[in-house]
């Protein structure tokens, strides 16, 4: 074993990315927390098989606990419940199979033909600031690129309401079935959030199920400063939260909720003899594998119920709100650099800006662009993950660590500039 470890160290310690290192902005990607190894390590070591109470009752408790605790901070009702999964974009696939099965409706010629039976006429909303995996749970639901119906968003970069209120009527006069909007709190590029309180009001109106991805900005709602940006997100049919992203947590653990979960036990509830747990009293007849796509599931819920008592609500939600006047203040610096463009004012710990230094090209701005990020990459100071905003590219930093402060951002706006002027243009250029 200990040879083992010696030559596995430089590939797995050597060659792993410091998620948690102060200057690391990639992705949307938590930094973890000290009480997550004791937690993996005793998960590990008991070996649950958490397919539900009959496998795992204790796991389940501490599971079930959690979730009424997630569905309590979304301001879901009592009814709510939901399940843990591997990450958003399972818990996105989940939720849109529910919203779809739903719209198709429980009739006879569904359950024998599927949503095949109304395939034609479904339509799930989507605006192009939705996460990928949102489009890839329509495909995965047997549906093409025609199910989905792209929503316009406004100047802001956010959902158009009153464009989706048009599209939504004109579809339903056409007799289409819009199965589901999906709206996002917290995009994977800049962080926007849509406004869900007026979305919630159409859906409502409509009939037609809200899904809001609050995959990452979901853990704003710990924040007392920045819950107010979410207002409309307890209105939703159900909600992706990943704890693995701004909650900090470990790897890996996604909750998707339903504000009435007997509509996915509708779609995932599944009978054969080797699990005939209905004839059991409640709690030992809950089994996960009836609200989502898993079956075998590993004890997700230990570390994050472990942090939350742990370090208390609280703690997390001063780190939440320090990291996004962490974003907040590097937008500060931007505005202040004559060589720097902000894009727009961060909503939650996410912002995105430009080096566009004068005299300088649309192309070549946009090259240099990409490579002061790669440079930034190559020397180990900071972790910019490659992206861009309206088809060119951007610098973008999503603060997720605990260790980042503002010194942190004075020194990557440096840092950049260094870059710019020292390193990637010749010397002679102004
Ligand atoms: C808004 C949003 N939804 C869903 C996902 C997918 O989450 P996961 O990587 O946990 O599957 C992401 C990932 O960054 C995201 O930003």
């Known amino acids: 074993m200990a040879d083992l470890l010696e030559q596995l160290w430089p590939v797995i310690v050597g060659h792993a990315r410091r998620n948690n290192a102060p200057g690391f902005f990639g992705y949307v990607c938590g930094a973890g927390l000290p009480t997550d190894p004791p937690m993996a390590a005793l998960a590990a070591a008991l070996n649950q098989n958490v397919t539900g109470f009959a496998s795992a009752p204790g796991a389940t408790v501490v599971e079930r606990r959690l979730l009424q605790w997630l569905c309590q901070l979304a301001g879901l009702k009592a ?35 599927g949503l095949a039976a109304v395939q034609a006429r479904l339509r799930v909303y989507l605006a192009p600031t939705a996460h990928f995996s949102n489009a890839r749970a329509v495909k995965l639901a047997g549906l093409g690129r025609r199910h989905i119906v792209a929503i316009p ?48 009001e159409l859906c409502r109106d409509e009939g037609v199920w809200l899904h ?46 339903f504000a ?10 599944t009978s054969a003899e080797y699990v005939d747990i209905e004839r059991d009293p409640p709690p030992e007849r809950h089994a996960f594998f009836h609200y989502g796509p898993e079956t075998s599931r590993r004890f997700r819920a230990l570390g994050p119920f472990v942090a939350l008592c742990h370090y208390g609500r609280e703690t997390l939600a001063a780190n939440i709100s320090h990291n996004a006047a962490c974003a907040r203040y590097l937008a500060g610096l931007v505005e202040a650099a004559d060589d720097l463009q902000l894009i727009a004012q961060p909503d939650l710990s996410i912002c995105c800006f430009r080096w566009c230094g004068r005299g300088y090209d649309r192309g070549a701005i946009d090259r240099m662009n990409q490579q002061i990020q790669q440079r930034l990459l ?25 260790q980042t402060n503002a010194d942190t951002m004075d020194g ?13 243009l010749p010397r002679s250029t102004p």
């Open 153 to 200: 968003v406004a100047a802001d970069g956010r959902i158009d309401v009153d464009a989706l209120t048009s599209q939504l009527r004109e579809d339903k006069r056409a007799g289409l079935m819009p199965a589901a909007v999906v709206a996002t709190a917290g995009s994977t590029t800049q962080g926007l959030v849509d406004p869900l309180a007026r979305i919630a």
């Open 79 to 113: 009814a709510a419940d939901g399940v843990l999964l591997s990450g958003g974009s399972l818990a996105n696939f989940t939720a849109l199979a529910t919203a779809l099965h739903t719209a198709a409706g429980d009739d006879p010629a569904i359950a024998q033909e």
């Open 260 to 269: 009435e979960p007997h509509r996915a036990r509708d779609v995932f509830y």
């Open 212 to 257: 809001v991805d609050a995959a990452y900005g979901g853990a704003a709602l710990l924040a007392p400063d920045l819950r107010g940006r979410l207002a409309g997100i307890e209105a939703a049919n159900s909600i992706t939260l990943d704890l693995h992203k701004w909650f900090y947590m470990g790897f890996d653990a996604s909750a998707v909720l």
């Open 378 to 402: 190559a020397e180990g100071s900071y972790y910019l993950s490659p992206t861009t905003i309206a088809g060119r590219p951007v610098l973008r930093v999503c603060v997720q660590g605990h």
């Open 412 to 424: 990557l706006v440096a840092t950049i500039q260094k870059h710019a002027y020292a390193c990637c």
